[in-house]
């Protein structure tokens, strides 16, 4: 089991940049696929961005590509969110999500293949 805690979020303008960071505990990290997730009120969750156990493959939603990158650092059991050129329609709850997978390019990016979510992070984007 794998329990985590997002942090990062916060009050930024239009253009302005922001990390999202997603500690997760135990000593089996790097067996893990990680997802980012997020919901803006009253909309469903929808996808952001995924990455495979290794960091080499990642994916993206549509909306965001070329502006948020997603990265991990195994070694401090941690996978990031890098949000540039924010605009006001990013604004929403971020969720990290992660599932264990015995496959090394496994890298899901439907919300009910993840099976442990943190508590999320407020992002709010002004115009």
């Known amino acids: 089991q794998v329990q985590l805690v997002e942090s990062g979020g916060g009050l930024v303008q239009a253009g302005g940049s922001l990390r999202l960071s997603c500690a997760a505990s135990?000593?089996?990290?790097?067996?893990?696929?990680m997802g980012w997730f997020r919901q803006a009120p009253g909309k469903e969750r929808e996808f952001v961005a995924a990455?495979?156990?290794?960091?080499?493959?990642?994916y993206s939603a549509d909306s965001v590509k070329d502006r948020f990158t997603i990265s991990r650092d195994n070694a401090k059991n941690t996978v990031y969110l890098q949000m540039n050129s924010l605009k006001p329609e990013d604004t929403a709850v971020y969720y990290c999500?992660?599932?264990?997978?015995?496959?090394?390019?496994?890298?899901?990016?439907?919300?009910?293949?993840?099976?442990?979510w943190g508590q999320g992070t407020q992002v709010t984007v002004s115009s």
């Open positions: 999500a992660a599932v264990s997978s015995y496959s090394y390019t496994y890298t899901p990016i439907r919300r009910d293949d993840y099976n442990y």
């Open positions: 135990g000593r089996t990290f790097s067996s893990y696929a």
């Open positions: 990455i495979n156990r290794s960091g080499v493959t990642t």
